[in-house]
């Protein structure tokens, strides 16, 4: 079955961007079986769904986000990757990756998730 | 963007019994599109119902979802010792799409 796992550094510095990547494996992003989405989540907090992307590169944002976000997909390495500028201590989250069925709108599979700490 | 709201915030029972488990939208969820998961410390979470009542691959039948409209609800009978975790509900009817604050569900 599909299986996701998030790579990427695990401290940023304030004002820089934060850069991960997703690589999927057990099945092919060029499928099209799958949207692939950003979630966080801050530690002892809610979850917040960032973006997802589909094969084709169009990509869907969450507002509260989206003028520092960007989603891009390498489907040559059966990746995708989350960029977030200007980071802030209020960005340090655990960040997931996720299949979303179709399109559909729920969450399977995930990625075990990677925090990333915002800090100087 | 759709607020959803949990409760309560923390339930506490013990295996053996019954929960329930309420999430309400603070407008309506088009098409019932709302979806529930199980985190446990230090995992990804775990889908359990989407479509507000189907259950996802592998899940046991003593999870129930139910609801429509604002208001839904994950039942969980009988409870094992390994169901004891947070729970979120998620509504993908309208983008951006939104999670709850989470149920802690404690021995």
């Known amino acids: 079955q599909v299986q996701l796992q998030e790579s990427g550094p695990g401290l940023v510095k304030p004002s820089q961007t934060l850069s991960l990547t997703c690589t999927v494996s057990?099945?092919?992003?060029?499928?099209?079986?799958?949207?692939w989405s950003w979630i966080r989540q801050p530690a002892g907090k809610g979850l917040e769904w960032i973006g997802r992307?589909?094969?084709?590169?169009?990509?869907n944002y969450n507002p509260s986000l989206k003028s520092r976000v960007t989603i891009s997909v390498d489907t040559s390495k059966n990746q995708f990757s989350l960029m977030l500028s200007s980071v802030t201590a209020a960005d340090t989250a655990v960040y997931y990756c996720?299949?979303?069925?179709w399109g559909w709108g729920w969450f399977d599979p995930w990625g075990q998730g990677t925090l990333v700490t915002v800090s100087s | 963007e759709i607020v959803l709201t949990q409760s309560p915030g923390t339930l506490s029972l013990s295996p053996g019994e019954g929960a329930t488990l309420s999430c309400r939208a603070s407008?309506?969820?088009?098409?019932?599109?709302l979806a529930w998961y199980q985190q446990k410390p230090g995992q990804a979470p775990r889908l359990l119902i989407y479509?507000?009542?189907s259950r996802a691959t592998g899940i046991p039948d003593r999870f129930s979802g139910s609801g429509s409209g604002t208001d839904f609800t994950l039942t969980i009978s009988r409870l094992e010792p390994e169901d004891f975790a947070v729970y979120y509900c998620?509504?993908?009817?309208?983008?951006?799409?939104?999670f709850g604050q989470g149920t802690k569900l404690e021995i």
């Open positions: 479509g507000a009542s």
């Open positions: 992307i589909y094969k084709s590169g169009n990509t």
């Open positions: 998620q509504q993908y009817g309208t983008s951006p799409y939104t």
């Open positions: 407008q309506t969820v088009s098409g019932s599109y």
């Open positions: 057990g099945g092919s992003i060029n499928s099209g079986s799958y949207y």
């Open positions: 996720a299949g979303d069925n």
